[in-house]
């Protein structure tokens, strides 16, 4: 996931869960891991999903599809 996001010119962030991030879980209503949020140039929410390894083509087509908004 990381190596798509920079191909695309993405950002990648991740928070491992842990007492300290429960309130950030919580607040973007996360509830499996590994769950993705990809924001578009405009810091708008474009797609949240949990992803697989199996889901990488998907993954690479929504940052194609993010990267291209704003």
């Known amino acids: ?3 798509l996001a920079a191909k695309a010119g993405a950002n990648f962030l ?3 869960h842990d007492v300290a991030t ?16 990809v924001y ?13 390894a199996a889901d990488l083509p998907r993954f690479s087509s929504v940052l194609g599809g993010a990267c291209a908004t704003a």
């Open 22 to 37: 429960n309130g950030l879980f919580a607040e973007h209503e996360v509830t499996q891991t590994p769950t993705v949020h």
């Open 14 to 16: 991740f928070v491992y």
């Open 1 to 3: 996931m990381e190596r």
């Open 40 to 52: 578009d140039a405009a810091g708008a929410l474009f797609d949240r999903a949990v992803y697989s």
